[in-house]
């Protein structure tokens, strides 16, 4: 069952930018801590940025200044402003949603299918 959709991702040379956008399917979207990670090959998934229902950021040292984490939760959507870039900011980027209780209702976590991000020098 498809949960969470990114979309946005391509090949951009450093210093530009992309716009990731991760659309959420279900009712309880909009309170869930919303959150982008990315994985390069060889490496961990990482933490990006994160959004919560109240729209309350966090992210990545890494990213900082350079990211901006937003949300629409009229249209369940959630997105990712990248300037900037750098080749190492090559992953594939992956769109997350927090477990959440409604009521005695567990919703579990949902990850979207991931989209590449290439950055060429």
């Known amino acids: 069952q498809v949960q969470l959709v990114e979309s946005g991702g391509g090949l951009v040379q450093e210093g530009g930018s992309l716009r990731l956008s991760c659309l959420g399917y279900g009712r309880i979207f909009s309170i869930r801590t919303m959150s982008w990670y990315r994985q390069s090959p060889g490496q961990q998934r990482e933490l990006v940025a994160s959004?919560?229902?109240?729209?309350?950021?966090n992210y990545a040292d890494s990213v900082k200044g350079r990211f901006t984490i937003s949300r629409d939760n009229d249209k369940n959507m959630m997105y990712l402003q990248m300037t900037s870039l750098k080749p190492e900011d090559t992953a594939v980027y992956y769109c997350?949603?927090?477990?959440?209780?409604?009521?005695?209702?567990?919703?579990?976590?949902?990850w979207g299918q991931g989209t590449q991000v290439t950055v060429s020098s």
């Open positions: 959004i919560t229902g109240g729209g309350t950021t």
């Open positions: 997350h949603g927090d477990s959440r209780y409604l009521g005695d209702t567990l919703f579990p976590e949902r």
